[in-house]
């Protein structure tokens, strides 16, 4: 739309084809934004639900097993990741990440070296690591669906503020001009007809 338009019916039929492009375009992109934005406020609160649980657990364990800071027993490397699957998803056009599964292995310990309390130790642990990568790729998902919903309302911007109405003056000023123009051409016609009567009536006088 930038730069100057050329004041002639081609224009203005080229500009009224873009200005029904751009209304046709601007409601299908306004529903893409209005979803996208459904779909933030889903993957905000699937974040936020495993970071609160991630602290449950932090807070089961604190509880439970006040003798942490004090048992003089190793307890790293306990569990460790052993694969990661990731899968993808659509939505509303936009593509990202979701976990399909998690594995994680439990180092092997001795009931004999280490007390009971361990094994609830242990799962609360393996819990706690799968929950962490969820969380990792919430965020994922949270940021990607974010930037679409970001990028998707600078276009209807750029639609509804910038695009559609600069069509529509360039309408209405190719319009003004070709009128302008129509009706100068009528009233150069009249001119012109007045002088060829008048001399007209001039030449038949001096004829009589």
């Not at 081609?10 to 893409?32: D, G, I, V």
């Not at 889903?42 to 800071?69: H, N, S, T, V, Y």
Request: glycine share 2%; net charge positive.
């Amino acid at each position: 739309m930038a730069g100057k338009i050329a004041l002639n019916k081609s224009s203005l039929n080229k500009e009224k084809r873009s200005l029904k492009t751009f209304n046709q375009y601007l409601p299908a992109l306004e529903l893409k934004r209005l979803q996208l934005m459904a779909e933030r406020k889903k993957a905000e609160k699937a974040l936020e639900e495993a970071k609160l649980r991630i602290e449950q657990i932090e807070g089961d364990i604190a509880a439970q097993l006040p003798m942490l800071a004090c048992e003089d027993i190793v307890l790293e490397d306990l569990v460790k990741v052993t694969n990661i699957v990731l899968g993808e998803q659509n939505i509303v056009g936009t593509t990202v990440p979701m976990l399909e599964r998690v594995d994680v292995e439990v180092t092997p310990y001795s009931f004999l070296v280490r007390p009971h309390w361990v094994d609830f130790l242990v799962e609360k642990l393996k819990e706690m690591t799968e929950l962490h990568i969820e969380r990792q790729v919430r965020e994922l998902r949270y940021k990607e669906i974010s930037a679409a919903t970001k990028t998707t309302s600078q276009r209807v911007n750029l639609f509804s503020k910038v695009l559609i109405p600069q069509t529509r003056q360039n309408i209405a000023k190719i319009k003004i001009f070709l009128s302008d123009q129509d009706r100068a051409g009528v009233v150069n016609a009249k001119i012109s007809k007045s002088k060829m009567d008048a001399a007209a009536a001039a030449a038949a006088a001096e004829r009589g």
